[in-house]
Antibody, heavy 125, light 107 residues
Framework: QVQLQESGPGLMKTAETLSLTCSVSDGSISSYYWSWIRQPPGKGLEWIGDIYYSGIIHYNASLKSRVTISLDTSKKQFSLRLSFVTAADTAVYYCARGVEQWLVGRNQYNWFDPWGQGTLVTVSS | DIEMTQSPSSLSASVGDRVTITCRAS??????LNWYQQKPGKAPNLLIY???SLQSEVPSRFSGSGSGTDFTLTISNLQPEDFATYYCQQSYITPRTFGQGTKLEIK
């Protein structure tokens, strides 16, 4: 069963660049897309972006100028870089697998499953 | 962007109750709607995809319905482990957006 594990710094300073990596174990990295989602403490979920095995990338426009997502198929890892962080970027960052599937008699749908356990990133001045 | 609005924001119920959570999209998303359950300190877990399809190993007391702009998640015969926060998410277009969450608490 595929498992995802985030890794990266827990504490950062304002204006630094956040780098997170998600390692994919026990599963194929092809035929899916790979996503980053974050959740500020006590708040809801915000999608950051996806990268497809094909190399297609989608970013949330609200973060697009600061975000880069990349995929290393040989290492079965994908990464997030977020530049010029501020306190507003303090959050639990999750990686997730995006599944696209044709359902019988229906269209192609997509969802996030599974998710990594999440890693808390705190930005302070 | 498609805005997702859940109601209620919080809900108190008892073990054995039947509860319904509503999610409304700011425009039609057909059946491109997923539901997740999140327990404190844990990652969200997929319950329902494509509005009404039950994810593998999710108990059958969970069900989803709706299409277009209005969707519901129903939990029948609430169990102690169901008290959590629930999120809807539209997968129709990017940016992929989530509802603000509904916290289900024990009465």
């Amino acid at each position: 069963q595929v498992q995802l594990q985030e890794s990266g710094p827990g504490l950062m300073k304002t204006a630094e660049t956040l780098s997170l990596t998600c390692s994919v174990s026990d599963g194929s990295i092809s035929s899916y897309y790979w996503s980053w989602i974050r959740q500020p403490p006590g708040k809801g979920l915000e999608w950051i972006g996806d990268i497809y095995y094909s190399g297609i990338i989608h970013y949330n426009a609200s973060l697009k100028s600061r975000v880069t997502i990349s995929l290393d198929t040989s290492k079965k890892q994908f990464s997030l870089r977020l530049s010029f962080v501020t306190a507003a970027d303090t959050a639990v960052y999750y990686c997730a697998r995006g599944v696209e599937q044709w359902l019988v008699g229906r269209n192609q749908y997509n969802w996030f499953d599974p998710w990594g356990q999440g890693t808390l990133v705190t930005v302070s001045s | 962007d498609i805005e997702m609005t859940q109601s209620p924001s919080s809900l108190s119920a008892s073990v054995g109750d039947r509860v319904t959570i509503t999610c409304r999209a700011s425009r039609s998303i057909s059946s491109y709607l997923n539901w997740y359950q999140q327990k404190p300190g844990k990652a969200p877990n997929l319950l329902i995809y494509a509005a009404s399809s039950l994810q593998s190993e999710v108990p059958s007391r969970f069900s989803g319905s709706g299409s277009g702009t209005d969707f519901t998640l129903t939990i029948s015969n609430l169990q102690p482990e169901d008290f959590a926060t629930y999120y809807c998410q539209q997968s129709y277009i990017t940016p992929r957006t989530f509802g603000q969450g509904t916290k289900l608490e024990i009465k």
